[in-house]
């Protein structure tokens, strides 16, 4: 019996005749650092903020573990989004022989037909998928699949630029608490192919500096030409009269319901056909997996993203993207 042998307390449970501690950490506990167990059960680690704190969390005592000779750690969750963390953690302990996955696939045997109708007929066709049938499923309003990203991804690195290209760079924006994203695109055929992209990060003290980023600009625009500019106007609008100055041509895309809506469409429907070429670039495809589609009024979409999130490299995309597959095609002379 243990009646008597257990001092439980708020966050530890000590068993007394081994001297044996159980101690238990919430998901944002700074003090996991240093923890030295010879046991870890991390629990429902999928549904785990995306905030750094929980991450830091998990490298720590996952870390912890390692550093202990016969400590064993134990993870067990239900599925979430691919888009989550936990995943890469999943997809490494499959690959890895040092783990040992065990995965249980549809309802659970004890759960009775009609509720589980019931269930699926409440809930979101995701959350019921991961909830009760142990999928790995993105949510509705994700901009897009996991599998169609990865199919994107065609392209080994930044591309050389190439004469009979027609280039667009599309920059967004973002001094102090975004980031600054531009990237250099062209259209193959119907597919529209990222070259280049490059991010520059600011702070409240330290902002981005618009020189750093008008030098990159104007070297992307020499590399690659004949090259276009498309920025929203409102914070750049100093920036664009600069880069006219030097015979660079800048498009003007100023922000509106309508307008964002375009640009949110546009970069949906090119990844859900796989009509982009991407790179491997992890930042980015990250970034993709979790920028979200928000309804900003009836049949008007805009991307947004969670708060730990960006999404000024999809934006800086889709306003090249967009400017791309609206331009007249070239013309073609025939000589005789």
């Known amino acids: 019996m243990l009646t ?18 159980l101690d238990v950490l919430a998901a944002d506990a700074p003090s996991a650092w240093g923890i030295r167990s010879q046991g870890v059960f991390v629990d429902e680690i999928a549904q785990w903020a995306t905030t750094p704190g929980p991450q830091r969390l998990w490298e720590a005592v996952s870390t912890a573990v390692a550093k202990t000779g016969q400590a064993r750690m134990v993870v067990l969750t239900t599925a979430g989004d691919p888009a989550h963390w936990s995943h890469k953690i999943l997809k490494h302990a499959e690959a890895d022989p040092m783990w040992r996955v065990h995965q249980v696939l549809g309802p659970a045997p004890w759960m009775e037909h009609d509720r589980l109708e019931e269930q699926r007929r409440r809930l979101p066709e995701s959350s019921y998928r991961r909830l009760f049938l142990n999928e790995w499923t993105e949510a509705e309003d994700r901009l897009t699949t996991i599998d169609d990203l990865q199919a994107c991804v065609t392209l080994e690195g930044p591309q050389a630029p190439r004469p009979e290209h027609r280039y667009v760079l599309g920059l967004d924006l973002g001094l102090k608490a975004d980031l600054t994203a531009a990237v250099v695109c062209h259209l193959d055929e119907d597919t529209v192919v990222l070259d280049r992209i490059n991010t520059w990060t600011g702070t409240t003290d330290h902002p981005v500096q618009l ?3 008008e030098t990159w600009l104007t070297q992307a625009c020499t590399s690659y030409h004949p090259a276009t500019v498309v920025l929203d106007p409102w914070q750049a609008i100093g920036l664009a009269q600069r880069l006219r100055r030097k015979r660079i041509r800048v498009e003007e ?8 809506g375009r640009l949110a469409t546009t970069i949906h429907l090119l990844l859900r056909e796989q009509r982009l070429a991407l790179p491997p670039n992890e930042d980015l495809l990250d970034e993709l997996a979790n920028v979200r589609l928000k309804e900003s009024s ?10 730990d999130k960006h999404d000024d490299q999809a934006i800086a995309l889709a306003l090249a993207a967009n400017h791309l597959i609206t331009l007249p095609p070239k013309r073609q002379w025939a000589a005789y």
Request: charged share 20%; hydrophobic share 35%; proline share 8%.
């Open 298 to 307: 009836p049949g008007v979409y805009r991307m947004d993203h969670d708060p």
């Open 4 to 21: 008597g042998a257990l001092d439980v307390q708020s966050w530890r449970v000590r068993f007394g005749p081994t001297d044996s501690t």
């Open 253 to 260: 895309y100023t922000f509106s319901a309508a307008s964002v």
């Open 211 to 213: 020189g750093d980023v």
